[in-house]
């Protein structure tokens, strides 16, 4: 979601409580997680069908029948393939709240796929297959193989339940998951024909760059690391199971999937897995695997590299992506250029005019990650980008370029597309002449997985969009464009495999059920422009994308010659020139036609050879609703069950447990811990209950977020502290009871939150009391009892991308203010009794300097009356769940201890400068043992602080540290990432009696 050429990019992060297989959660723009959990304003409802159970709007009952049967669909031909079939529903969740084409599978707590309805409208997505059927192959194939397993694996979770140790197919390489489900989902019998990814366009053109690069080995894909294509997992595991299909036999890949459900999470056995099906261990197989890839490559691609390529010279890259292009009347052009390193931003280049081939590089304005560029002919300039809109949406609006800023056009409208009515452009003997928009503009808007023309008036907002053109349920609008007359639009539709470029009237009245139709494609037709020749696309003939130019004659005329693909254009400029982006080994390269004269020319098909229906006609599965699949069957809508409201209580009961038994210096506990969350995201718990048996008290913790604002904690603990006796055979005379609880909620704060800064208010409370027993008496001394309330104001610009080392830029501000004045304190004679506030301030700031980050940090602590004092020290601090620990009074030092009186004081202040480079990716992972490292980066630092007491407004001296961390990008067991930070702080004003020098081993970066 997280730049957005695609979905089903890399899979989301498999954190043990977390895991989720997404389709492209790397390729979010960034932030978009925030906006992912469902909306719980409008009702909610649950129904079943034979296999499923689905949640969804109430509105939304259409949507959710077309997702149930495209599942449903997909059952047999899954769980055939795979040989197995989960023993109760899989729940599936419908979102409309994205207006990105994505998905995810988990097995943890349960068996969950989620369902985001807007289809693709661009990048290796856009293929002949229905949405809702390509998607839910792929996630239905994640799901079953996730949730399949035999002999220990299968025993231990009939104890346990779905404890993520004893799901073994968790513990896979990404590209063996995603590999398997790209391999489910794509049409194996007429492979390249235009359904699902293998041996489609695009895999196919990334194939040929990586062929010219040299193939990934096996132990740098199984690490998945920085190294380009983004979806490389996908790519690779998908061409590796069609080597073992056609070397192997049909039979082998299911033997391979049943070897590895019986492995055990922590001893994953890839290396092995294949021997039974093939007869060799999987570093050898793979060798085989890339060599016979080379072959096929080569073979395929023959043919097209024996014309030489045009696409003009190279202007930029290779580079992380140029996602968006757009022609200028004055002949430079715009791009959308994202460099994996800073935000994305707007650049225009234009020759420099001095002949030498060099160009001339002037940056705009920054934008947010999916942003798409629009040139109308008189040289304006529409931006559509992806924001957060009312917290929990992340929608497309409009926005117009004016000089080097962004004005809004529209707000919360899901427009994805947009044109401005009005703006013609004419030529007569050399002369150029333009006319301004009118200011209205004519629009793609998603509404719930369909697409709609409207046409809208933004200084108007009162009045809502006037309905252009609403094609058939099925069909979906793709792309538009205007023509040079400032009234002619164009727009391409597609339904399934049939591909259509229509004509619109916009002077005329609306809606427009029949637009003229101009061609018919039996392939992907996507990024229009108008030149001043005609109507410019990208499309897929022979396999490969290119421009190809509907002129005005009825000829189809194509432009470029790729050896990759093409993947975007700007449209011809008045001067003849095309600027294009192309696939290129690591990444995109932006070139430059001077001319760009037609390489082929044919007649414009306007009826197809099969009987493509014609504009506005019915038939097909589309990607919101329909009756008809590619597969073939009917599937009434009665297949789905009758409605009730959704309820959180039916999913979110527990499903797992775990033995917990701790023991210290004679306190023994026993217990077990469990966890769960709700189907759509609006509640998730951990949970421990323990007796300790000595001293017969119950212990425990819970911590509960709710719709992911809220945090709740619990958490009670018995710690020795005086006991007889030898080691392991201790006894008890005194113990601590400790109690700690806290609540805090963050709320965004409405129209003030984007993806690129978000605003939080907050309030809270703690308890934090400790109880001194002694054991032979029974008494008990309350040594601490304190309780708070908090306020709390956040404010987050912080922002980061592929290569870049963490956050490399923005700010983190944050302000609370805790008060023990709420609560009457209980003082007695070993508890302290607070009654005063504590205001609390953290700054932190971040500076992308190249590859290196420039991290700053300010906290400053003031206290009145009575308050618990701050301890400076140590390398670490607590948090929580949600937001940060309150009450918590632990301030990292590095170079010190953490428990000096020194450094202890109602009021405390402490500056941290850090730079962080990294120094080299690794991206290597083994298979025996299961351990890899990606990242290895390099920290040095200074800090200084001080504590001192209340009533002054400054410390009497200062405390120094400096030192240096080297952070790891660990990986084990292919799944799990741990962020791992090896440091040796130095005291420059060491304490008497305490070391200078202190190393620590922790984890995530310092702050």
């Known amino acids: 979601m997280t730049g957005l050429p695609s979905m089903f990019g890399r899979a989301a992060a498999r954190a043990l409580l977390a ?11 960034a932030g978009a997680a925030r906006a992912q959990s469902a909306d719980p304003g409008p009702p909610w409802d649950t129904a079943e069908s034979a296999h499923f159970r689905i949640h969804y709007r109430a509105s939304q009952r259409p949507q959710a029948e077309a997702v149930v049967r495209a599942a449903e669909r997909a059952w047999p031909r899954v769980t055939q393939a795979l040989a197995w079939e989960p023993k109760s529903r899989i729940d599936i969740a419908v979102y409309s709240e994205l207006d990105i084409s994505n998905g995810f599978s988990t097995p943890l707590p349960f068996n969950l796929i ?10 290796q997505l856009l293929d002949n297959s229905a949405w809702l059927d390509l998607l839910l192959v792929h996630e239905l194939t994640h799901a079953v193989h996730l949730d399949k397993r035999r002999g220990a694996p299968r025993v231990l979770q009939n104890i346990f339940g779905r404890i993520a140790w004893f799901v073994p197919n968790v513990f896979s390489p990404g590209w063996f998951l995603e590999g398997l489900a790209v391999w489910e989902e794509s049409d194996r019998d007429q492979a390249g024909r235009g359904r699902g990814r293998l041996k489609g366009p695009t895999f196919e053109a990334w194939l040929r760059a990586e062929r010219k690069r040299g193939f990934l080995k096996l132990a740098e894909l199984n690490a998945d690391g920085r190294a380009l294509p983004l979806a490389k997992q996908y790519l690779y595991g998908a061409y590796f199971f069609e080597f073992i299909h056609r070397r192997y036999g049909p039979t082998k890949t299911q033997e391979m999937v049943e070897q590895h459900s019986g492995d055990i999470g922590f001893a994953p056995r890839l290396h092995s897995m294949p021997w039974g099906a093939t007869g060799k261990m999987m570093d050898v197989l793979w060798d085989e695997f890339l060599a016979d890839l080379n072959e096929q490559v080569a073979a395929r691609a023959a043919p097209i590299e024996r014309v030489p390529e045009a696409t003009g010279r190279r202007w930029l890259g290779p580079i992380f992506e140029v996602p968006s292009l757009a022609s200028l009347p004055d002949g430079a052009v715009l791009a959308v250029v994202d460099d994996g390193l800073g935000a994305p931003r707007i650049e225009r280049l234009r020759r420099d005019g001095a002949g030498a081939g060099g160009i001339v590089r002037e940056r705009v304005t920054t934008v947010l990650g999916g942003a798409r560029l629009e040139a109308a002919a008189d040289g304006s300039v529409l931006v559509m980008q992806p924001d957060l809109c009312r917290t929990r949406y992340l929608g497309y609006d409009v926005y117009r370029l004016q000089g080097s800023s962004l004005r809004q056009l529209t707000h919360c409208a899901h427009l994805r597309r947009a044109v401005q009515l009005g703006a013609t452009l004419s030529s007569s003997g050399g002369v150029v002449a333009t006319t301004r928009p009118t200011g209205e503009l004519v629009a793609i808007q998603l509404d719930a997985g369909r697409t709609r023309l409207v046409r809208l008036n933004p200084d108007a907002r ?5 309905v252009l053109y609403a094609p ?4 979906d609008i793709i792309d538009i464009a205007l023509a040079p007359d400032g009234r002619t639009l164009h727009a391409v539709t597609r339904r399934e495999g049939d591909w259509q470029v229509i004509e619109f009237d916009t002077a005329a009245a609306t809606p427009q059920p029949q637009p003229r139709l101009r061609l018919v494609h039996d392939a992907p037709i996507a990024n229009l422009r108008h030149g001043p020749a005609g109507l410019e696309m990208v499309a897929v003939e022979g396999g490969v994308p290119n421009v190809w130019r509907l002129a005005r004659n009825g000829a189809w005329q194509r432009l470029t010659h790729s050896h990759t693909a093409v993947v975007a254009q700007g449209g011809g400029a008045p001067d003849g020139s095309l600027a294009v982006v192309v696939i290129a080994a690591q990444g995109y390269e932006l070139r430059f ?3 760009a004269p037609p390489l082929q020319e044919r007649v414009a098909a306007t009826r197809a050879a099969s009987g493509a229906a014609a504009p506005g006609a019915a038939g097909g599965t589309g990607s919101a609703a329909g009756a008809v699949s590619a597969a073939g069957t009917t599937a009434a809508a009665a297949d789905l069950g009758p409605a009730r409201p959704y309820a959180a209580w039916r999913t979110m009961y527990p499903r797992s447990w775990f033995p917990a038994i701790t023991s210290d210096r004679g306190l023994t506990a026993y217990g077990a811990s469990t966890s ?18 000595s001293q017969k008290e119950w212990l425990g913790g819970v911590e509960y977020v709710f719709r992911g604002h809220t945090g709740l904690a619990l958490d009670r603990k018995l710690v020795a502290r005086a006991w007889t006796g030898d080691s392991g055979d201790e006894t008890t005379t005194q113990y601590d009871r400790e109690l700690q609880a806290q609540w805090l909620s963050l709320f965004p704060v409405p129209g003030l939150n984007s993806l690129a800064h978000r605003v939080s208010l907050g309030i809270g409370a703690a308890l934090d009391r400790i109880e001194r027993v002694a054991v032979a008496g029974g008494t008990a001394d309350r040594r601490q009892d304190e309780r708070i309330a908090a306020l709390v104001a956040d404010y987050d610009s912080r922002g980061a991308n592929w290569y870049s080392d963490g956050a490399n830029r923005g700010l983190k ?9 709420p609560f009457e304190g209980r003082g007695n004679d070993t508890a302290p009794d607070y009654d005063g506030l504590v205001v609390r301030a953290d700054a932190r700031a971040y500076f992308g300097i190249g590859r290196g980050v420039l991290a700053l940090r300010l906290t400053e602590a003031r206290a009145r009356q009575r308050t618990r004092p701050f301890q400076l020290g ?14 918590n009074r632990e301030i990292a030092l590095r170079g010190y201890r953490g428990d000096e009186p020194e450094l202890r004081g109602q009021q405390a202040r402490l500056a941290s400068v850090e730079w962080r480079m990294p120094l080299v990716d690794i991206d290597r992972h083994g298979m025996v043992p299961a351990l890899g490292i990606n990242r290895l980066a390099a920290t040095v630092f200074y800090d200084i602080g001080a504590a001192w007491a209340a009533g002054r407004n400054n410390p009497d001296d200062y405390r120094r540290g400096v030192g240096l961390e080297l952070r790891g990008e660990a990986k084990l067991l292919y799944a799990l990432a741990i962020d791992l930070r090896l440091g040796v702080g130095h005291a420059l004003d060491p304490i008497p009696g305490r070391g200078r020098t202190r190393g620590y081993l922790t984890v995530g970066q310092a702050f």
């Open 19 to 29: 895991l989720c297989l997404a389709l492209p959660a790397a390729l979010l723009p």
């Open 114 to 123: 989620g369902v985001f309805l807007t289809p693709p409208d661009e990048g």
């Open 462 to 466: 009162s009045q809502p969009p006037a």
């Open 472 to 475: 058939p349920e099925g069909t």
């Open 593 to 595: 036609m001077e001319t």
């Open 676 to 693: 769960g969350a709700d189907a759509v995201g609006w509640h998730a718990y951990t949970a421990t209950l323990q007796y300790e048996t």
């Open 813 to 821: 501000l944050t302000l609370r203010g805790e008060s023990y004045k």
């Open 874 to 887: 140590g390398a670490t601090e607590t948090g929580r769940a949600i937001g940060f620990a309150l009450n």
